[in-house]
């Protein structure tokens, strides 16, 4: 069985250490912890990894984050990857700092990236997990909120929630999303 797991971000190193870059930090260091490591290919960084006999392909695509989807769609068509077996890890404003969320579906939230993929793929029907980043900007200041890099405190937490990110990740291949959602939406 093949699962698709998508780090949201925009490529580049300018954009590497930003919030809106978070699926793409988490994705780095799911792939490291499992010996993999990625290669630029179509529309997409992707690496693949197996964990307890499952194949993990994971990307981020190169598409910049407005028009992931079609990254999405190219790689679960190319892989034979069935929605159901999709996860795509995304920064979320509208959750404090740390607060990770894992959903079955839902709407995009105003994120340009989950906007697209529902565009693309024509469904909300797929697992995200939002990282949330917090939103202490002024109105106005979104795009240079998420943009921007995270601040001392922040940097503090990041690798703890990357960690349980990626035990999430673990658990969503493994047991499957509801399990997955019980053990890890508490609080």
Not at 145 to 165: A, C, P, R, T
Request: aromatic residues 10%; positive net charge.
């Amino acid at each position: 069985m093949k699962f698709l797991i998508v780090g949201l971000g925009n490529p580049g190193e300018k954009y590497s250490e930003t919030r809106h870059n978070i699926g793409f930090k988490v994705l780095d260091a799911f792939v490291k912890e499992q010996e993999g490591a990625f290669s630029v290919q179509k529309h997409a960084e992707v690496a693949e990894v197996k964990f307890k006999g499952k194949t993990i392909v994971c990307i981020k695509p190169t598409t910049f984050m407005n028009l992931s989807g079609k990254a999405v769609n190219y790689w679960m068509q190319a892989e034979k990857i069935a929605l159901e077996n999709v996860l795509v890890i995304t920064d979320d404003i509208a959750l404090p700092f740390g607060k990770l969320r894992l959903k079955g579906k839902g709407s995009d939230g105003g994120h340009n990236g989950l906007k697209d993929i529902q565009f693309t793929l024509n469904t909300q029907e797929f697992s995200r997990l939002r990282f949330g980043v917090g939103n202490d900007f002024q109105k106005g200041r979104q795009a240079e909120y998420v943009l921007g890099n995270w601040n001392n405190d922040e940097q503090e937490h990041l690798q703890d929630k990357i960690k349980i990110s990626i035990d999430i990740i673990k658990s969503f291949v493994s047991v499957g999303l509801p399990m997955t959602m019980t053990q890890f939406n508490k609080d």
